[in-house]
């Protein structure tokens, strides 16, 4: 079993089921093909000043909540297959987009 804990009266415990099957089509196969990439991923991330942060986190500050809205982050830096926020109606209800693969 696995116990998470998180801020606040949150947490989540459920139960992890172990394999060694290793077989092209397994569970365990598929999740280790995905991670085999991760530091070229990790590598290819985009790197801001902390300045640049700080500034993109307080203008997320100044949007939360607005509606109508439309976000004016450049997507095409974004990794392909990502879903991001295309934009928020005025009656809060939001449209998504994936990047293409």
């Known amino acids: 079993m696995v116990f998470a804990y998180g801020s606040g009266l949150a947490s989540s415990i459920y139960g992890v089921k172990l394999s060694t099957d290793k077989r092209p089509d397994s569970p365990l196969r598929k999740m280790q093909q995905r991670a085999e990439d991760i530091k070229d991923r990790l590598a290819k991330r985009i790197k801001i000043t902390p300045t640049e942060f700080v500034k993109r986190m307080k203008q997320r500050e100044l949007d ?11 997507v095409d830096t974004l ?3 990502t879903y991001y926020l295309v934009s928020t109606d005025d009656q809060h209800r939001r449209i998504y987009a994936r990047k293409a693969l």
Do not use: E, L, N, T
């Open 64 to 74: 939360y909540g607005k509606a109508p809205f439309k976000p004016s982050d450049d």
């Open 79 to 81: 990794y392909p297959g």
